[in-house]
């Protein structure tokens, strides 16, 4: 079945540090999303995807789409305490209406 | 604007019994979508109906169902509960299938 694979599973970083998830999915993406999960609460959307190779920054954040589109990355600068949670990447397959999420990475910045 | 509501917050059910969960969604989104997300675990997709058609279905059996009403507002039924049924339920809507998913709260469903 169609899957979509996120690493690391957990990062636990210093404040200041940066941080990087990685996410592939097995088969090719119509686009992709980011979501934030803070503990207790519901995924919040981030950014979506579209066009293969496309990146796109929101402040310290940087969101990068894979060429072939099987593949997106999320990489944060300098974390702060407030980019606690989980991060999931949602891929919609090529001719399907549903988005399938990612393991999720969890991250913890050390103050 | 309120944001897309689920009920009930909670629930506790014995196996095999039945359940219905509900989720009215923002005003203006057509797009509703089902996710089972259990602790740890990334959200699973179950359902999603758009204008009132089912469009997509999750590897889940038979026993989960959902419709989709006039309203745009949604209900899951999950029959003959089991144990692994236990989990946090997430709606989300959107305005059309390809736009970024606004969620609820969930229900947290406790199976005993």
């Known amino acids: 079945g169609q899957q979509v694979m996120q690493i690391p599973q957990y990062q636990h970083v210093q404040e200041g540090e940066d941080f990087t998830t990685y996410c592939n999915s097995s088969?090719?993406?119509?686009?992709i999303q980011w979501y934030k999960q803070r503990p207790g609460g519901h995924p919040v959307f981030l950014i979506q995807?579209?066009?293969?190779?496309e990146v796109k920054k929101q402040k310290r954040l940087t969101f990068q789409f894979g060429e072939a589109k099987k593949n997106s990355s999320l990489h944060i600068t300098a974390t702060q305490t407030t980019d606690v949670g989980t991060y999931f990447c949602?891929?919609?397959?090529?001719?399907?209406?549903?988005?399938?999420f990612g393991t999720g990475t969890r991250l913890k910045v050390l103050a | 604007d309120a944001g897309v509501t689920q009920s009930p917050t909670h629930l506790i059910k014995t196996r095999g019994q039945h359940v219905t969960l509900r989720c009215s969604p923002i005003?203006?989104?057509?797009?509703v979508s089902w996710y089972q997300q259990v602790l740890g675990q990334g959200p699973q997709f179950i359902f999603q109906?758009?204008?009132?058609?089912?469009?997509g279905r999750g590897n889940f059996p038979d026993r989960f169902s959902a419709r989709q009403f006039p309203n745009y507002s949604s209900e899951l039924n999950v029959n003959a509960l089991l144990l692994g049924d236990s989990a946090l339920y997430l709606c989300?809507?959107?305005?059309?299938?390809?736009?970024?998913?606004?969620f609820g709260s969930g229900t947290q469903l406790s199976v005993l």
């Open positions: 949602a891929g919609r397959p090529s001719g399907t209406y549903k988005y399938i």
């Open positions: 109906y758009y204008e009132k058609e089912e469009r």
């Open positions: 989300a809507s959107s305005r059309d299938v390809n736009e970024k998913l606004f």
């Open positions: 995807l579209v066009k293969s190779g």
């Open positions: 088969t090719t993406l119509s686009n």
């Open positions: 005003s203006g989104h057509k797009s």
